[in-house]
């Protein structure tokens, strides 16, 4: 007996292990279905992991002439343990015709095997519409008031606020443009006040002998700093538009001037050799830097604005 069971056992651990069968079921929410409205058909399938099927139900939009599938929620798949699974597939049923109708059988292939659901039936029941008796004479075709929107376009109307917004804005730029911009103001900067034309240009050569150009080298840099001082010099203070005169034209102008004529002279020996440096190449001596330093310090200096005398220093004085 004992020799029998082993015997056994080793014929059965010999032998292939066969699947387990697959199972598929299915069933509806309800079997009555209000003509339009929806109910789901659940199928479950339980099988083994690893099993690969389809639904051919995934390939058509209708189960039946007048039962239409309305949508497919995704599957979801539940773990059984001992290697098996359960399936759970949704599909959402519609209809708009009333009657009795059958559903299925739903068919689910693995491979040359097919299982099916057993057949149901679904009743789709019309929905009661009002009899004549119950239509009314149609009431009087009213007047429809009127209102200025309707005749609006709808970019307009719908937009409304940006469209006032955008009046706003507009409406503040021309108010600033004449209130402040006209007059040279800008009250959104502050401006530090400015030195008078004598102070700012004896600061500014100053600051250009500092930097010792012509002592480096550089002396187109040196006379092209020295040229520009003295040209915004003469804009502020003789209100001539110097800066963008050429040296011939900023002669002839301050020749007809008073307070320039007898300073003329230096002005032009400065811009005469200034335009040599600059356009020509020529390479100055040192004692010409030097000279065209001195004659700019003295036209400055010889065109000084004159300050007021107080009044008890005008007064004359008698023997």
């Known amino acids: 007996m004992k020799r029998l069971s082993i015997f056994l056992l080793s014929v059965a651990m010999l032998l292939p292990v066969l699947p387990a069968p697959v199972t598929i079921t299915a069933k509806l929410d309800s079997a009555t279905l209000l003509m339009g409205k929806t109910t789901a058909l659940h199928i479950e399938v ?64 693995v491979g040359s095997d097919t299982f099916r659901t057993r057949q149901l039936t679904l009743k789709v029941i019309p929905v009661k519409v ?61 401006e530090r006040k400015r030195l008078p034309p004598y102070d700012e240009a004896m600061l500014n050569l100053q600051q250009l002998k500092q930097r010792q150009l012509w ?35 900023i002669i002839a102008t301050l020749r007809e001037h008073d307070e320039t004529r007898a300073v003329n002279e230096q002005l032009s020996m400065i811009l005469e050799i200034a335009d040599f440096v600059k356009f020509a190449g020529a390479r100055p001596l040192a004692d010409d830097n030097e000279m065209a330093f001195q004659r700019a310090v003295q036209f400055v200096e010889a065109t000084k604005p004159m300050t007021p005398q107080p009044d008890n220093e005008r007064k004359e004085v008698h023997p």
Do not use: C
């Open 46 to 109: 339980v099988q083994d992991k690893g099993v690969r099927g389809e639904f051919p139900v995934d390939n058509l939009d209708t189960l039946s002439t007048q039962v239409e599938i309305a949508s497919r929620p995704k599957a979801d798949t539940t773990d059984l343990g001992n290697n098996r699974q359960q399936i759970n597939r949704d599909l959402i049923l519609q209809s708009f015709d009333s009657g009795m109708y059958s559903i299925g059988p739903i068919a689910y292939i």
């Open 130 to 190: 009002d009899t004549l008796q119950n239509i009314h004479d149609l009431k009087p075709v009213e007047e429809v008031p009127f209102k200025l929107l309707d005749w609006v376009p709808d970019l307009i109307a719908d937009w409304w606020w940006a469209w006032l917004l955008a009046l706003l804005l507009i409406a503040g730029g021309l108010y600033y443009y004449h209130r402040w911009y006209k007059k040279g103001i800008n009250p959104l900067r502050h």
């Open 215 to 249: 002592q480096n080298g550089q002396e187109k840099e040196y006379f092209t700093g020295l040229t520009d001082i003295l040209r915004v010099y003469i804009d502020r203070r003789f209100h001539v538009n110097a800066v963008e005169m050429t040296s011939t034209q």
